[in-house]
């Protein structure tokens, strides 16, 4: 249990166009979802956490009219990287958690999304 | 804030060789996590430490935790070529803080 997908695995886009990313809890219902970015070589860095149903909350430095956030069920959370340029390419990683559950300190990591803009 | 660090960042050993990696954090917690992750994919969840002096065990991994000096270790015992990866360590406040990693490189 607790898989989390997402898709697609890889993209590559022209600078200027906009990419969206999806992450899926496919076995259960993710009330909270996180999206962070890693570039190579380098931790993770946390973007955003999104609730189902509200508005995502930003990490400082992070761009939210940049990177759209959508989390409009309890198993979906869209990330859309809006008018992208090259330095934008990097290792997105989602995650999902569920209040609800037992371990609701648990987080549950998706493949990652790699995305090259050139 | 709360800050995650770890040590060493790299760690280039012999197989059956004994090694241990640091995570220090800065302020209480009441989760402390281990991943692994090789180069390219996701992160493969390793121990979940919930308690001061909790020590969990797989393989040839073992992680412990004490809050109290906030510091957990993973323990890496007669080392193998398939455990080169980078390992992090990542602390719960109200969102999970990742340390830098710990690239582990096993040479056979």
């Known amino acids: 249990g607790a898989v989390v997908s997402q898709h697609p695995s890889r993209v590559i886009c022209k600078s200027g166009t906009s990419v969206k990313i999806e992450c899926r809890s496919l076995d259960f219902q993710a009330t909270t979802m996180f999206w962070y970015r890693q570039f190579p070589k380098q931790s993770l860095m946390l973007m955003a956490t999104s609730n189902e149903g509200s508005k995502a909350t930003y990490e400082q430095g992070v761009e939210k009219d940049k990177f759209l956030i959508n989390h409009a069920s309890l198993t979906l959370s869209t990330l859309t990287v809006t008018s992208a340029h090259p330095e934008d390419s990097s290792f997105y990683i989602c995650?999902?958690?569920?209040?609800?559950?037992?371990?609701?300190?648990?987080?549950?990591f998706g493949p990652g999304t790699r995305l090259t803009v050139t | 804030e709360l800050k995650v660090e770890q040590n060493p960042l790299f760690l280039s050993m012999q197989e059956g060789k004994n090694y241990t990696i640091y995570c220090n954090y800065s302020t209480t917690s009441d989760r402390l996590y281990w991943y692994r992750q090789d180069p390219g994919k996701s992160l493969e969840s390793l121990f979940v430490l919930l308690s001061n002096g909790a020590v969990k065990q797989e393989g040839r991994l073992m992680a412990s935790l004490d809050t109290k000096a906030r510091l957990s270790t993973l323990h890496i015992t007669a080392a193998v070529h398939d455990l080169s990866a980078t390992y992090f360590c990542a602390v719960r406040d109200d969102k999970i803080i990742f340390g830098k990693g710990t690239r582990l490189h096993i040479l056979p």
């Open positions: 995650s999902a958690s569920n209040t609800h559950r037992g371990n609701r300190y648990e987080q549950y």
